[in-house]
């Protein structure tokens, strides 16, 4: 891999390289796809399958921009288990960046993730890269996952994962718009 896409590579998941934003032709539309994003994160975290679950939609395919995608909400589950479970691997991933249709009815979030190998001897201990995610508000208003992929991420030092975790922004930037 060149130098070059090392370094776009570097500064995409650095923290400070962007800034978080929330876009569409509706903020409140993008603040709610931020707060399900963060929820769908926090499903992980709290080790909770049946949240994680009510976050996919039935035909949600995982890994979507891999020669390989997961297809079907049971499928992703059974595949993502031990990741739930945070028995392989801590995952952790927030949003950056939302953008929603006009029809406020498909959404594309994005940002930074960070496994954490709890194995005492890991190399890496880090590794951290990019994901994005494509919601679609169902018929009872929810939005729910339909397709979700990231790269394979990069090592990343204690520093780096010390910054990923500082960067994560709570509060949607465009709810001062949101009503």
């Given at each position: 891999?060149s130098?070059?896409?090392?370094l776009?590579?570097?500064l995409?998941?650095?923290?400070s390289?962007?800034a978080?934003t929330a876009s569409?032709?509706?903020?409140?539309?993008a603040?709610?796809?931020?707060?399900r994003e963060?929820?769908f994160?926090?499903?992980?975290?709290?080790?909770?399958?049946?949240?994680?679950?009510?976050h996919?939609?039935a035909?949600?395919?995982?890994?979507?921009?891999?020669?390989k995608?997961?297809?079907?909400?049971?499928?992703?589950?059974?595949?993502?288990?031990a990741?739930?479970?945070g028995?392989?691997?801590?995952?952790?991933?927030?949003?950056?960046?939302?953008?929603?249709?006009?029809d406020?009815?498909v959404?594309n979030?994005s940002?930074?993730?960070?496994?954490e190998d709890?194995?005492?001897?890991?190399?890496p201990r880090?590794?951290i890269?990019?994901?994005?995610?494509?919601w679609?508000?169902?018929?009872d208003d929810?939005?729910r996952?339909a397709?979700d992929g990231?790269d394979?991420?990069?090592p990343?030092?204690?520093?780096e994962a010390a910054?990923?975790?500082?960067?994560?922004?709570?509060?949607?930037p465009?709810?001062?718009g949101?009503?």
């Open positions: 891999m130098r070059m896409i090392w776009v590579m570097g995409a998941c650095s923290s390289a962007f978080a569409s032709g509706s903020d409140k539309a603040c709610e796809v931020w707060q963060l929820s994160a926090q499903s992980v975290d709290r080790h909770d399958a049946t949240a994680f679950a009510n996919l939609q035909d949600a395919i995982f890994d979507a921009n891999t020669g995608p997961v297809r079907g909400r049971d499928a992703i589950q059974k595949n993502w288990a990741i739930i479970a028995e392989t691997v801590h995952l952790s991933w927030y949003p950056q960046h939302v953008v929603v249709t006009d406020g009815r959404a979030s940002g930074t993730y960070l496994f709890p194995a005492p001897n890991a190399k880090y590794t890269g990019r994901f994005s995610t494509v679609r508000r169902g018929g929810q939005w996952v397709f990231g394979e991420g990069k990343a030092s204690d520093a910054a990923f975790r500082a960067g994560r922004q709570m509060r949607c465009a709810s001062a949101a009503g």
